[in-house]
Structure formats: C-alpha cells, structure tokens
Nanobody
Framework: QVQLVESGGGSVQPGGSLRLSCAAS????????MAWYRQAPGKQRELVAG???????NYADSVKGRFTISRDNAKKTVYLQMNSLKPEDTAVYYC?????????WGQGTQVTVFS
C-alpha cells in the first residue's frame, strides 16, 4: 500500500501563491496518473489537476492558467504550484492516483485564501 503525505499549505491573501507537495511511498507510485483534489467545507471532493507518468496534464476549468501540476518520478513526488489564489480556492488539498481504487487518502494540507 502506498502512503501519501501532502504538505505546503498555508494562509495567503488573494493573489498570493503556494506550492504544494505530495510524497508517495512505494515503488509503484510512478506508473500511475496522479492528481490533486480539494474539498471545501460542505462540498464534495473535486479533481483540480492531473498528470500522467509521462508528464501530460489536465486541469479543472476553475484553475486553468493559475495552477501548474508537475511530478518528479525520481523523488516520487507530485507538486501543485498555485498562483493568483482566490478565496474560492480555500479547501483541504489531497493527492491520489486516478483509478477506480484510489489509495488510502492522506491527511491533506489546508489552503486558506482570506481577504
């Protein structure tokens, strides 16, 4: 079983930036499509951005042009660079593989964008 550890969250003002990291243990982590998800209070978890093992990416419309997902397969780490943050980006951010059977979810990392 792969263990996921997210980090890098914090509190920023609108327009600010944060870089999230997701470290995945286990030798199999590099072969999967990985994604960042987020869950705001009272809302369902939603996919924010995904990346294949080869580096192809896709984004939710709400973050296109502001967020960039990347991965370092040697470090088994996935990143999310978040720029031009908005209050509606406030949520707990998680990473996981994109399959019908995700790994156990990590603790996530809180991102708060306050006015």
């Amino acid at each position: 079983q792969v263990q996921l550890v997210e980090s890098g969250g914090g509190s920023v003002q609108p327009g600010g930036s944060l870089r999230l990291s997701c470290a995945a243990s286990g030798s199999s982590a590099n072969v999967y499509v990985m994604a960042w998800y987020r869950q705001a209070p009272g809302k369902q978890r939603e996919l924010v951005a995904g990346i294949t093992s080869g580096g192809s990416t896709n984004y939710a419309d709400s973050v296109k042009g502001r967020f960039t997902i990347s991965r370092d397969n040697a470090k088994k780490t996935v990143y999310l660079q978040m720029n031009s943050l908005k209050p509606e980006d406030t949520a707990v951010y998680y990473c996981n593989r994109v399959t019908s059977k995700p790994w156990d979810w990590g603790q996530g990392t809180q991102v708060t964008v306050f006015s």
